[in-house]
């Protein structure tokens, strides 16, 4: 993932990103990183859709940094987006031979092509996550075999009137285009608009709680012409590219839901599926399968509605770990459901980026890993590294652990040898 670049930061501090919070997505979304080397924040956690953006532009991002605001304009500050630290004391040398070893290292890494496939031959679909055109044309050159998460909403963060099908056709069809060819794909989650992604014609305001209130497919009960438009504006830009295309929806927490979404995609053509974030799809995964082509596992918001503790409250972040056994067992019981119903089941959160989880998660059963395309290769290489029995232990070992850090430690252990 880029989040794992060293920077050594020496010139004007602004230039860092110096926040207050947890910065709004929208807000990171229109940062340069030609001139942004690093984001610090006071407070937010990793799985934040701020740190997220990030990571999908290249920039690493420290949350929850207590006494950012303190740091001096024009010192030396070494970001290191791996082990979420920061250093304003680093001797300069010390800090430019760090950040060297760091691209040498990633330099490495670079002469992995994919396929992903583990040691016996077992093939893993490596995917891109996107956000938009210019996001998608980049990672088409990644070795990934489509798009695994097009987050639409991140088109949409600063418009204030909804877009028209064929405003919304024309933006789709961008990241389609990116990615036509045999054996490639996008999967088009719907608008994820709410929580710390509000959208001026989508969500709702002052929510008293809006992370657990009216976002994601929720919106589309009191405002069903929103689905069905950008329904119509995906079909059309999948008519006109001619990408297998596929469609999701976020906060799905019924089977009742899960057909009523499908039902409206396969209308168009296209095929279903729907986000496992909420706890009560990942217990009705076998069920959600009945009626639906595909399952995406969230780890992000499924660790949060999981854990009970917010992604964006640093205090709570040992909680909001992926690595939580409970989390584990969730998407465990997930990917086992579609083994036995023979369908396609991802990962798209943040912990796909993970190299060490990633075999876990393979060795639990998931087909797919969508991930930033800086994260790609670490990935493949690691999968690509191990047998599919390696992987098997591996989801054993998370699964048994008792805390996150035990299941990275069992993981590493049954990795290395």
Known sequence: MNMKKLFSIFGNIALVGLLTSAAGAADTAGLDPALVLALLTEKGGATSHTAIIARQLGIPCVVGVAGALELVPGVGVL???????????????????????????????????????????????????????????????????????????????????????????????????????PGRYVVVRTLDAGSDKPIAFATLEDEENPALGVRGLRLAVNNPGLLERQLDGIAAAARASGTETWVMAPMVA???????????????????????????????????????????????????????????????AHLTDPWQPAVLQLIATTAVAGQQAGKSVGVCGEAAADPLLAVALVGMGVTSLSMAAAAVRPVGAQLSAVSSETCREAAAAALAAADPMAGREAVRAVVTG
């Open 79 to 181: 970001v290191d987006g791996t082990t979420g630290t920061v250093d304003a004391s680093a001797d300069a040398d010390d800090a430019h031979a760090r950040v060297a070893a760091d691209r040498a290292a990633r330099a490495a890494l670079d002469s992995w092509t994919g396929p992903a496939e583990t040691t016996d031959g077992v093939r893993i679909k490596l995917l891109a996550n996107v956000a938009d055109g210019e996001s998608a044309r980049l990672s088409s050159g990644a070795p990934v075999e489509g798009v695994g998460l097009f987050r639409t909403e991140l088109c949409f963060l600063d418009r204030r009137d909804e877009p028209t099908v064929d405003e919304q056709a024309a933006i789709y069809g961008e990241v389609l285009d990116a990615f036509t060819g």
């Open 254 to 316: 019924t089977v009742a839901e899960a057909a009523d979404f499908a039902a409206r995609v396969r209308e168009r053509g296209l095929k279903a599926g729907v986000m496992v974030e909420v706890p009560s799809a990942a217990l009705l995964a076998d069920r959600m399968l009945e009626v639906v082509d595909f399952l995406s596992i969230g780890t992000n918001d499924l660790t949060q509605y999981t854990m009970a503790a917010d992604r964006l409250a640093s205090d709570l």
